[in-house]
Structure formats: C-alpha cells, structure tokens
C-alpha cells in the first residue's frame, strides 16, 4: 500500500482509526487538524484499495536541534500483520531525516508488542519512567540516529 502525506480530508478517518486502537487513551480531533499545521510532511497515511485508510503515522519535531519524535503509529485491525506499520514507520523516518530530524525519540509501553518492531528499525532503550502518562502508565523512551 502506498504512504503519502495526509490531507485536511484524511483527518476525519485519521481519528476514528486513532479512537479504534487507543480508546479513551486517543489524541483529540482537533489535535491532528493542528499537527497537520505544525508537521505537514510528518502526518502520513495509507489507504486500501477501497480508498479507506488502512494506518496512519505522525511525527513531530522536538525542541532540540535535529530532534525528532514517533508521535502515533496504528494500523486498522484487518490490514495488521501484513508489513504496512513498518511501510509507514520507515516512511516515517525517512522524512524525519530529510526535515533534518535526524535524532528520533519514541516512547512505548513495555508490553507492546510494537517495541519488536521499533528496535528492528534500530530504536534503542534510553530510558524510561513508571508514571510517563500518568499513574499506572509506564513507558519506554527509544531513540535512534
Ligand atoms: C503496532 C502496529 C502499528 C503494527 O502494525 P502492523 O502493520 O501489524 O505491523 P507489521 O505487519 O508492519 O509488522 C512489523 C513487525 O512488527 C512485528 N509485530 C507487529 N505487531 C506485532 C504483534 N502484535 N505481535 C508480535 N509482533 C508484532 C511483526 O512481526 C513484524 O516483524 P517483522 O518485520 O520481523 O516481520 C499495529 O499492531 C497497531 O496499530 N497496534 C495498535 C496501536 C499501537 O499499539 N501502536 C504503537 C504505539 S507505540
């Protein structure tokens, strides 16, 4: 499936897929209208061949100079399995680099099984907090470059 960047007609799509894999943990709507403002070339998608999108991926720049993040990465449940978070995770980095955000952080739960896939595309531990999101909420801090 082919990655492009999103568009304001997208955003819609791009929630409704955030809601369905993270539930009450998700992004507001209105937080993809301003990251398509703030990162253009770091929303992307992809649809299948219906047109209906089969995953997004957003990233963003930090405060550091070349600093990146991973902000999302989700796949609709019937499109999973079949390499296209990688696609999108890879696309992903590749335009992080080509924006100059050379140095990229994520963070994960530790038990997502996504962390296989992040440490595959050469992301490492750097660290870690117990509370990251709140009580109960841990998360790994991965960087890479
Ligand atoms: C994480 C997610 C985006 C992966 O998407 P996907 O299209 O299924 O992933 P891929 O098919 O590209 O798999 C990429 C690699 O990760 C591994 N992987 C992905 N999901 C996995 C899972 N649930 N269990 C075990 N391995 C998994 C695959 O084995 C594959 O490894 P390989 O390249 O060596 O074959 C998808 O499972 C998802 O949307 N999850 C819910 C949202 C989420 O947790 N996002 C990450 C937040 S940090």
């Excluded at 992809?46 to 963003?60: H, T």
């Excluded at 019937?78 to 140095?103: N, V």
Aim: with cysteine; hydrophobic share 40%.
């Amino acid at each position: 499936m082919p990655v492009r960047t999103a568009t304001k007609g997208d955003l819609r799509a791009i929630h409704a897929l955030e809601r369905a894999a993270f539930g009450s943990h998700c992004y507001p709507d209105f937080f993809f209208r301003q990251a398509l403002d703030l990162w253009p070339a770091y929303l992307l998608v992809a649809e299948d061949d219906d047109d209906v999108l089969a995953g997004y991926g957003l990233g963003g720049a930090g405060t550091a100079p070349g600093e990146g993040w991973i902000l999302s990465l989700a796949v609709a449940e019937s499109c999973r399995g079949q390499g296209l978070g990688k696609a999108l995770l890879q696309a992903l980095l590749a335009a992080l680099d080509e924006g100059g955000c050379r140095r990229q952080r994520l963070t994960v739960a530790p038990d997502n099984p996504a962390l296989g896939l992040y440490l595959s595309l050469g992301f490492v531990e750097e660290g870690g907090e117990p509370d990251y999101f709140g009580p109960g909420e841990p998360r790994l801090v991965l960087v890479r470059g």
